[in-house]
């Protein structure tokens, strides 16, 4: 159920699915796609069964032990959120006249974390800056531009303002003869 689940939320490409022979990894082109339908009667039903199951299955057990046994408030509420989220906004954008496709992986927060990340990066560890502090950096982030470093750490994979590096190899001088001495 979370390996449909994560490939119905990654989309990255319109070949992917093919290339895979992942076909829940494929784009989404309709609002009545049968993943939207899934994803919103049938997995979250699935998270609902799993704690019942837990509940019922486990009455000698204690609360905190029961917990462990699924997913924590955050995480089942979070999971909820994103996908009433992302059924309702796909079903949107794919009811707009000119959207002819959604690729889920481009619904994320990576841009966020990596403009966050730079934020931390050029104060070091403050966690708690104040306006003013972080006011200064935001300044300092949009003078900068595209010069601004990425995070060094952190989960994000890409920045939002990457460069491409040119690694084609400079053309070599030609080499002079040695010249023996005898």
Known sequence: MFDKFFDCLNSRSLTEADRNRKPNMAPYKSPNDQRLKWLRDDFLKYLERWATSVDSHFQGLKSKEKAKMRLSNQTNEGIHMTVYSFVELTQYLLAQTGVQYILSER?????????????????????????????????????????ALAPVNGNCKRSCTENKIDDTPLPKRPRKPKKLFF
Not at 125 to 147: C, I, K, M, W
């Open 107 to 147: 619904f994320n927060q990576d841009p966020l974390e990596s403009h966050f990340g730079k934020h931390r990066q050029m104060k070091g560890g403050n966690d708690n800056p104040t306006v003013a502090q972080f006011n200064y950096n935001e300044n300092n982030l949009r003078l900068l531009g595209s010069q």
